[in-house]
Structure formats: structure tokens, C-alpha cells
């Protein structure tokens, strides 16, 4: 199973061609975003939504609707138990800072042995095998 990471999805939204192809190849039944990217992608447009001016208050509200619209069209996978164990494991040789929600996805991904696609490579390669961290945007697919 394919994992994207926050910034994926946006692409996913302007549909960027090189994305496209990709998943065409591997087909949206092998994609899945990531309860973290999920999280992620939520906490911004309800920080947004509650704490809009009133000039901006409508378009925030649409952005919330829309972004809960596009996360329904995919598989949305939950950070297991397992998960779980995998990332107290990771807690103690990286020190999260910015990057909590980047080592969650990188212990679901080894955990189920799946692959993070995300632009942002250089926050996993430290964390993930190579073969396990895939960039849909500046790479073509094989």
C-alpha cells in the first residue's frame, strides 16, 4: 500500500500530471491516506474555519467541506497498536520537533511494510529504507 504524506494530496487536488501517472499505474485501490495526514490535513482548515475574519469566514468554511469531501475519496488507514509500538521505538533515536506527524506515518509505513509517497523526501530517509519512500511529483514513474 502506497502512504501519502500531507503534501501529496494537494497535488492530488490540482491534479499534477506526473501524480496522475502514478496513479494510474499502481490504480487508487493501493493508495491510502494516513489517519496523521488526515489529522493534518483537518487541523488546518478547522484552525482556519474558527478563526476566520468575517470577510473570510464563507471561504473557510467551503475550504472545510471540500477538504472532507476529497479525504472521503480515499482509503483512510488508522495508526494501529502496532503502529503505535513501531513509533515509541522511532521517539527514541529521533527527536520528533517539527516532525510528529512525519515519524507516525514513517512507523505506519514500516509497520505495515507499506511505501510513504510524499515530496518531502528528506524527512523520512533518515528514518525509512529507500525502497520505502517514493516522490510521485519530481519523479516519473518506472
Do not use: C
Not at 4 to 9: F, G, K, L, P, R
Not at 33 to 47: F, K, Q, Y
Not at 66 to 76: D, P, Y
Not at 94 to 102: A, E, T, W
Amino acid at each position: 500500500m502506497y502512504l501519502w504524506d500531507t503534501n501529496i494530496v494537494g497535488h492530488f487536488g490540482s491534479r499534477h500530471p506526473t501524480l496522475t501517472l502514478h496513479i494510474q499505474q499502481v490504480g487508487m485501490e493501493e493508495i491510502a491516506l494516513p489517519s496523521p495526514t488526515v489529522a493534518e490535513l483537518l487541523r488546518g482548515r478547522t484552525e482556519f474555519a474558527v478563526k476566520a475574519s468575517p470577510a473570510q469566514v464563507v471561504a473557510a468554511h467551503r475550504q472545510l467541506r471540500e477538504t472532507q469531501f476529497l479525504i472521503s475519496r480515499f482509503n483512510v488507514l488508522l495508526f494501529s497498536d502496532e503502529d503505535a509500538e513501531v513509533f515509541k521505538k522511532i521517539l527514541k533515536k529521533f527527536k520528533p520537533k517539527k516532525r510528529y506527524v512525519d515519524l507516525m506515518i514513517a512507523a505506519m509505513t514500516l509497520a505495515g511494510n507499506h511505501i510513504v509517497v510524499t515530496r518531502n523526501v528528506k524527512h523520512f530517509e533518515d528514518v525509512l529504507p529507500s525502497h520505502q519512500i517514493q516522490n510521485w511529483i519530481d519523479d516519473p514513474p518506472l
